[in-house]
């Protein structure tokens, strides 16, 4: 949802937000490159089952149904409720440092997609929860972590049909790289550590988050287990980067962020952007559509060992986080030859 959605008032806050936010969409169409057509014959089953997800499991007992279309039209008339679809795939070495993403048009009425056993996204509740989001368009990041550019990679999707037609029904059926406007030297997108809260000792590098849940990154947090979170969170990253590189000027690159944010480099402050809420101010000037990139001062890294990333957010109502990519280091170089494309 757009900035211009956000229920606030509940909060006591009111957003300034910048006029190109109202029609910021988290990818559009025209930022993507086909990869793998996913259309065709995929295996599928009807009701519930243990490990359908696992890259192991054996469906080879199972029917094959076409996708996109309703699975009422294709033999299972007047069927209600769960069922799982499978398939196999490969995908280039070529694209290994790209930004990808998994295109499965329109899911009737609720979805969760898992890649090699990974939960990927979703949208929509199960029961006892229903929601249904028959109408989105599904359009999910995939970590590069999450995939094997040597072999075949296995795509397993669970589907909940509350009536009428069910299934992967429309649209397009794939995986996508999104245009970026710089080269990622270090990609960063993927699993991070979240908390919700705040706690100032989170920003610090030695802080021991070995027990934080993990979150998706770029990805609203609604759609990874926090649904009603409204306020302050955390996300933590921690990477190693070679003794030779720290050296260069490095930028962070943490895509768009929902509503402001505040990011630490091994515990000092790089920036923010956006301003945070107090007691005595209710505007909030939110950052929504803006891309953020923060230079990294070469005296803060740590060559060859951990350096951790804290990113503090706000988010004054419904979705939130670091929603869009990219993510990751981008060297100064190439932020200086592409930076007439930031917009």
């Known amino acids: 949802m757009t900035g211009n959605g956000k ?7 009111i957003k300034i937000l910048p006029v190109l936010g109202f029609f910021c969409l988290p990818v559009l169409a025209e930022d993507l490159d086909p990869v793998v057509d996913l259309s065709g014959q ?4 009807i009701g519930n089952c243990k490990n359908c997800e696992s890259k192991k499991y054996n469906d080879s007992k199972w029917d094959e149904l076409h996708v996109p279309g309703n699975w009422e039209d294709q033999g299972f008339p007047g069927y209600d409720g769960y069922a799982w679809y499978r398939t196999e795939f490969e995908i280039s070495e070529k694209f290994s440092g790209a930004t990808l993403y998994i295109s499965l048009g329109i899911c009737d009425d609720v979805d969760r997609v898992y890649v090699n056993g990974h939960f990927l996204n979703g949208s929509g509740s199960f029961p006892p929860s229903y929601e249904t989001a028959w109408d989105r368009k599904r359009l999910y990041m ?3 972590t999450y995939l094997d550019f040597k072999g075949k990679n296995s795509l397993a999707v669970q589907i909940y049909d509350h009536e009428g037609e069910g299934g992967i029904v429309k649209g397009k059926i794939g995986i996508y790289s999104k245009k970026q406007p710089y080269h990622i030297n270090l990609n960063l997108a993927g699993p991070w550590k979240f908390m919700p809260g705040d706690n100032p000792e989170w920003r610090n590098a030695e802080f021991p988050d070995g027990d934080w849940p993990s979150i998706m990154v770029p990805g609203k947090w609604e759609h990874y287990g926090y649904p009603n979170l409204d306020g302050f969170a955390w996300y933590r990253k921690s990477f190693v980067m070679p003794a030779d590189k720290c050296d260069d000027r490095w930028i962070l690159i943490l895509g768009r962020i929902d509503d402001v944010d505040e990011v630490y480099f091994n515990g000092s402050r ?3 952007t956006g301003e945070f809420p107090d007691r005595t101010d209710l505007f909030i000037k939110t950052a929504y559509g803006i891309l953020r990139l923060y230079s990294i001062p070469r005296t803060l890294f740590r060559p060859g060992a951990e ?3 804290a990113v503090r957010v706000f988010d004054s109502g ?3 986080g670091i929603y869009e990519g990219p993510v990751g280091l981008i060297s100064r170089d ?3 030859k592409k930076k007439r494309y930031i917009h």
């Open 318 to 320: 419904s979705e939130g």
């Open 42 to 45: 995929w295996r599928f089953e």
């Open 307 to 309: 350096n951790v990333i």
């Open 142 to 144: 995939i970590p590069n």
């Open 7 to 13: 229920h606030i008032m509940r909060h006591h806050f």
């Open 334 to 336: 190439m932020y200086l």
């Open 270 to 272: 790089i920036g923010q």
